[in-house]
């Protein structure tokens, strides 16, 4: 079985800066891809962004210049930095994994993933 846990949440005042962690671990396993979405209340989860197993990373416009990721191999984890932050930022934001079979490319789309962790809080101030 494979878990992923989110950490780094938290309230942060309008224009600062948060960073989410997410650590897998369990069974061994090669992932395609590792996302991050974000849900609302009341709305849809939705792409954050995505870091591909060849080194290639996507972002949704709205967090392009504010959010980047970036991974530890070794640590088997996945980071993203939030800068600038907004409060239509505040969601909750989920770690996601994608491999085969279940994976084929579609990185900003949540049927992509197999894998999800539990999610972790992030509420900005205005």
């Known amino acids: 079985q494979v878990q992923l846990v989110e950490s780094g949440g938290g309230l942060v005042q309008a224009g600062g800066s948060l960073r989410l962690s997410c650590a897998a671990s369990?069974?061994?396993?090669?992932?395609?891809?590792m996302g991050w979405f974000r849900q609302a209340p009341g709305k849809e989860r939705e792409f954050v962004g995505a870091?591909?197993?060849?080194?290639?990373?996507y972002y949704a416009d709205f967090v392009k210049g504010r959010f980047a990721m970036s991974r530890d191999n070794a640590k088997n984890t996945v980071t993203l930095q939030m800068n600038s932050l907004k409060p239509e930022d505040t969601a909750l934001y989920y770690c996601?994994?994608?491999?085969?079979?279940?994976?084929?490319?579609?990185?900003?789309?949540?049927?992509?993933?197999?894998?999800w962790g539990q999610g972790t809080q992030v509420t900005v101030s205005a």
């Open positions: 996601a994994a994608g491999s085969s079979p279940y994976y084929s490319g579609a990185y900003y789309d949540v049927r992509e993933y197999h894998y």
């Open positions: 369990g069974r061994t396993f090669s992932w395609n891809a």
């Open positions: 870091y591909t197993w060849s080194g290639n990373t």
